[in-house]
């Protein structure tokens, strides 16, 4: 169990809100519009990213295509789709923690809005796409955060879903970096300081 830390830095989907559902089911629908096959581990290239990156720097069956009309499509495939859950433990970590919260999202501010709701504001510091020119996995998403915040990267706790997300917190020199299994299994997020089964679990630490 690690030590009480001074912030905690906390992933948005995946993590906080149970939205990896909903996110495959924009890509698969868009797939499906544009004619190309979609597997589970070309789904998996996306996930803690920003789609955008992933578009402009991955192999994949969208070679050649223009990034911004890909990203327009993939919004377009969001309408009409239920907005997701919070995630099992996601309101009593956030009420309940007696450090600064950060935010940290390869999402948009609207998106963290329409998921967290007045949880929100609860947050000391958000920091989503539009604060960075490099998404997770590069650090400055956490980087970001924790100049923000004013604290020493060690001492912080940082609390991810994915693989992208665990790097991006590892290699800002964040002390703890906590995996929650679930869009992952365990040993696809053996980066983690720490992986845990759920939220509870870190709620616990803090």
Same mark, same amino acid.
Not at 17 to 22: L, Q
Not at 110 to 139: I, Y
């Given at each position: ?7 905690? =830095? ?5 993590? $906080? ?8 089911? !924009? ?6 519009? +544009? ?6 581990? $070309? ?5 803690? +990213? ?18 911004? !009309? ?9 309408? @009409? ?11 009593? %970590?956030?009420? @309940? ?18 998921? $967290?709701?007045? $949880? %929100? ?13 490099? @998404? ?12 923000? =915040? ?19 917190? !590892? ?36």
């Amino acid at each position: 169990m690690p030590d009480q830390p001074a912030a905690l =830095l906390l992933d948005l989907d995946g993590t $906080l809100v149970d939205s990896e559902g909903f996110h495959r089911q !924009v890509f698969r629908n868009w797939f499906a519009a +544009r004619g190309w096959d979609a597997d589970e581990e $070309l789904l998996d290239a996306f996930t803690g +990213r920003r789609a955008d990156d992933v578009l402009a720097a991955d192999p994949g069956p969208w070679d050649g295509e223009d990034v911004s !009309v890909m990203t327009a499509e993939l919004l377009a495939h969001t309408a @009409g789709l239920p907005a997701p859950k919070l995630a099992p433990g996601a309101a009593e %970590l956030i009420t @309940g923690a007696r450090v600064p919260l950060a935010l940290v999202t390869s999402a948009t501010p609207d998106w963290a809005r329409t998921c $967290l709701g007045e $949880l %929100l504001d609860r947050f000391a510091v958000v920091v989503t796409r539009n604060e960075v020119s490099e @998404g997770k996995p590069h650090p400055e998403p956490y980087a970001v955060a924790i100049r923000a =915040l004013g604290v020493a990267a060690a001492s912080c706790l940082a609390v991810e879903d994915a693989p992208a997300g665990v790097a991006s917190a !590892v290699a800002a020199g964040v002390g703890t970096v906590v995996a929650v299994r679930g869009t992952f299994a365990a040993e696809q997020l053996s980066g983690a300081h720490v992986v845990v089964a759920s939220l509870d679990e870190v709620a616990g630490w803090l």
